[in-house]
């Protein structure tokens, strides 16, 4: 089945949609925005360049600007990244509990710049260091892995998962640069191929189940909203697109600001 346009609104570089409570919303990196499509589409501008948004449990988004994490409605900063102006923040997602994992990535992709950090009760954290383009982030239905992408190396890493990571581990190792991923309620873990024009559908195992052709050549990322997998694009192309994928995903996990910093083992979603 093909790719349906889902609003006309293009951006410079779309990433990061999420779908929650009905309400789908996706980034501009580049463009410093949020759009928010519920039928209707609104954006809000930011100063700086904007990595990722989530929701939150009581119906606002917290977002990983280049240089802070801050509340939607109020403005609030919960965090400043400790970087340098030549880095910023990039994709990220929430976990069972609440906690917001986002990546960052150097201005110019050097090799090296980039860290996935973890915003909990105590704070933004750096988990892993040494990354250069912090990317997809997602986790197994039983809350036992989390998959985690650095895209230059080519590969999806999984981590066994219990509120902490375990040792790192080669999910799969793929023809391209990927970029966004999700999981969905099967297991099998969804991938965008920036600059390779397609989404992988992934088994548990890592092995190739399904490739969806994109009429983009840059699909930055991907999300459920129920069966229908939402693809944002990026450089000359910036729409958002839907695919029937005939098999269900979670929503968004919502951000919770008193999540806890020492996990105990998480139940399934």
């Known amino acids: 089945m093909s790719l349906e346009v889902v609003t006309d609104v293009r951006c410079t570089l779309a990433e990061g949609p999420r779908f929650y409570d009905g309400v789908l919303t996706w980034v501009d990196i580049e463009g410093c925005a949020l759009h928010r499509f519920d039928g209707s589409h609104t954006?809000?501008?930011f100063d700086v360049m904007v990595g990722c948004a989530n929701p939150t449990v009581d119906g606002d988004a917290v977002i990983a600007l280049a240089d802070r994490i801050e509340l939607l409605?109020?403005?609030e900063v919960l965090a400043r990244f400790d970087h340098s102006p030549e880095l910023r923040a990039n994709d990220g997602a929430c976990d069972s509990l609440g906690r917001l994992w986002v990546g960052t990535t150097a201005i110019d992709h050097r090799a090296g710049a980039g860290a996935l950090y973890r915003l909990d009760a105590d704070g933004?954290?750096?988990i892993l260091e040494g990354l250069t383009i912090a990317n997809g982030i997602?986790?197994?239905?039983?809350?036992?892995s989390m998959y985690y992408v650095d895209t230059p190396t080519e590969r999806v890493d999984v981590y066994p998962y219990d509120g902490?990571?375990?040792?790192?581990a080669t999910f799969a190792e793929v023809d391209g640069h990927p970029d966004g991923l999700t999981v969905d309620d099967e297991g099998f873990v969804w991938i965008a191929f920036y600059g390779g024009s397609r989404v992988e559908r992934r088994a548990p195992d890592g092995s190739l189940d399904r490739?969806?052709?994109t009429p983009t050549p840059n699909p930055t990322a991907c999300c459920f909203g129920g069966t229908t997998l939402y693809i944002t694009s990026g450089r000359g192309d910036g729409r958002l697109y839907a695919y029937d994928a005939g098999?269900?995903?979670?929503?968004?996990?919502p951000f919770r600001r008193t999540a806890p910093s020492d996990a105990e083992p998480t139940s399934a979603r």
Do not use: F, I, K
């Not at 902490?164 to 790192?168: D, I, K």
């Open 43 to 45: 954006v809000e501008q």
């Open 164 to 168: 902490e990571l375990g040792a790192r």
């Open 138 to 144: 997602g986790w197994s239905p039983d809350d036992a």
């Open 211 to 213: 490739v969806v052709p």
């Open 124 to 126: 933004l954290t750096a």
């Open 247 to 253: 098999v269900s995903g979670p929503q968004a996990m």
């Open 73 to 75: 409605s109020s403005g």
